[in-house]
């Protein structure tokens, strides 16, 4: 009984996370990171300042940070589905906890109740540090890593008992997924420095196949905090080498998760059409971003199907992985 509400509690926060995840991607696409210049409240409110009185309250006390209030309902709903996440965390790791005589998984409930935690501070630090490229790229991680370890939870405590991937797949399976989360950091490194733009066309990065480009500066990751992130400190020729090796980094796991879906569908799993119509569905969705200059819709999609694409590669791994138990 148990094992049963705690599923019910991993699928609501599944749920959570997905809707965590988008938001924060649309939030960061429509420049609202920093929509309220204080963490947790706004501009000391615990809501979005409506009256006249409250908004020169709140430029008051915020002169260098004009009330924008589209972006500040943006971040601040933001702000309230993640701590909504968190509190029912807490919530699944305390049932695990009382519960744990009878057979379920504790370690992984209380480490992602850690690990949310972890990803209130990083929100925090996101606005303090002035959107500072290394905590948005990290935060963005954490929410991936927070969606994808609900989604082990969920498997673990017997969702999806009929999907099946092979033991045969277990090495690559491990390498897509190895090479698909250095390919959603570095899509973090790109949102984060502002980088989706730096080479206006496809397949050629200003009609070269091999621009100039600045590696040292794009992947300097212990430059200091600058004033303020908002738009990008970056000079052109280091953000093309972030583009760019984006670009070599989405032709991996193109070459690698593909060869993955290939060999599901071969040894009959159902999971292969999943993994392959993922990546496809993806890689447009990266080409439209530079073909269509970065349409919103566009760019919220492509960050939703990555965190699905992940899932399902963490699908393919946990089964490919008791299936090898098994045998």
């Given at each position: 009984?148990?094992?049963?509400?705690?599923?019910?509690?991993?699928?609501?926060?599944?749920?959570?996370?997905?809707?965590?995840?988008?938001?924060?991607?649309?939030?960061?696409?429509?420049?609202?990171?920093?929509?309220?210049?204080?963490?947790?409240?706004?501009?000391?409110?615990?809501?979005?300042?409506?009256?006249?009185?409250?908004?020169?309250?709140?430029?008051?006390?915020?002169?260098?940070?004009?009330?924008?209030?589209?972006?500040?309902?943006?971040?601040?709903?933001?702000?309230?589905f993640a701590a909504a996440l968190g509190a029912l965390l807490?919530?699944?790791?305390?049932?695990?906890?009382?519960?744990?005589?009878?057979?379920?998984?504790?370690?992984?409930?209380?480490?992602?109740?850690?690990?949310?935690?972890?990803?209130?501070?990083?929100?925090?630090?996101?606005?303090t540090l002035k959107l500072w490229p290394q905590v948005v790229?990290?935060?963005?991680?954490?929410?991936?890593?927070?969606?994808?370890?609900?989604?082990?939870?969920?498997?673990?405590?017997?969702?999806?008992?009929?999907?099946?991937?092979?033991?045969?797949?277990?090495?690559?399976?491990?390498?897509?997924?190895?090479?698909?989360?250095?390919?959603?950091?570095?899509?973090?490194?790109?949102?984060?420095?502002?980088?989706?733009?730096?080479?206006?066309?496809?397949?050629?990065?200003?009609?070269?196949?091999?621009?100039?480009?600045?590696?040292?500066?794009?992947?300097?990751?212990?430059?200091?905090?600058?004033?303020?992130?908002?738009?990008?400190?970056?000079?052109?020729?280091?953000?093309?080498?972030?583009?760019?090796?984006?670009?070599?980094?989405?032709?991996?796991?193109?070459?690698?998760?593909?060869?993955?879906?290939?060999?599901?569908?071969?040894?009959?799993?159902?999971?292969?059409?999943?993994?392959?119509?993922?990546?496809?569905?993806?890689?447009?969705?990266?080409?439209?971003?530079?073909?269509?200059?970065?349409?919103?819709?566009?760019?919220?999609?492509?960050?939703?199907?990555?965190?699905?694409?992940?899932?399902?590669?963490?699908?393919?791994?946990?089964?490919?992985?008791?299936?090898?138990?098994?045998?």
């Amino acid at each position: 009984m148990a094992s049963k509400t705690l599923l019910l509690m991993s699928k609501i926060a599944i749920a959570m996370a997905i809707v965590v995840v988008v938001l924060g991607a649309y939030t960061r696409l429509v420049d609202a990171g920093l929509g309220c210049p204080d963490w947790p409240g706004c501009y000391g409110f615990l809501v979005v300042p409506q009256s006249a009185a409250d908004i020169a309250l709140a430029t008051q006390r915020f002169p260098d940070a004009p009330v924008e209030q589209d972006k500040a309902w943006w971040e601040m709903v933001h702000r309230y589905f993640a701590a909504a996440l968190g509190a029912l965390l807490l919530a699944l790791a305390f049932v695990a906890v009382r519960r744990r005589d009878e057979g379920i998984p504790v370690k992984l409930p209380v480490f992602l109740l850690a690990l949310v935690i972890l990803q209130g501070a990083f929100g925090a630090w996101t606005v303090t540090l002035k959107l500072w490229p290394q905590v948005v790229t990290a935060h963005l991680l954490g929410g991936f890593a927070t969606l994808s370890l609900l989604w082990l939870l969920a498997l673990r405590l017997g969702m999806g008992r009929g999907w099946h991937a092979p033991a045969e797949v277990k090495r690559i399976a491990a390498a897509g997924l190895v090479v698909l989360v250095v390919q959603i950091a570095l899509g973090g490194w790109v949102s984060s420095n502002y980088a989706a733009l730096a080479c206006p066309d496809f397949p050629t990065c200003h009609g070269e196949w091999l621009p100039d480009m600045n590696l040292a500066d794009g992947f300097n990751v212990m430059q200091s905090v600058g004033p303020n992130y908002l738009g990008g400190l970056m000079e052109s020729d280091a953000r093309v080498a972030i583009q760019v090796a984006h670009r070599i980094g989405a032709l991996v796991v193109l070459l690698l998760v593909g060869w993955l879906g290939v060999r599901l569908l071969r040894l009959s799993s159902p999971l292969g059409w999943a993994v392959l119509g993922l990546l496809g569905l993806q890689l447009l969705l990266g080409v439209l971003n530079v073909v269509l200059v970065l349409p919103l819709g566009n760019a919220t999609a492509h960050n939703a199907v990555g965190a699905l694409l992940l899932l399902a590669m963490v699908t393919v791994n946990y089964r490919a992985a008791l299936g090898s138990r098994l045998r």
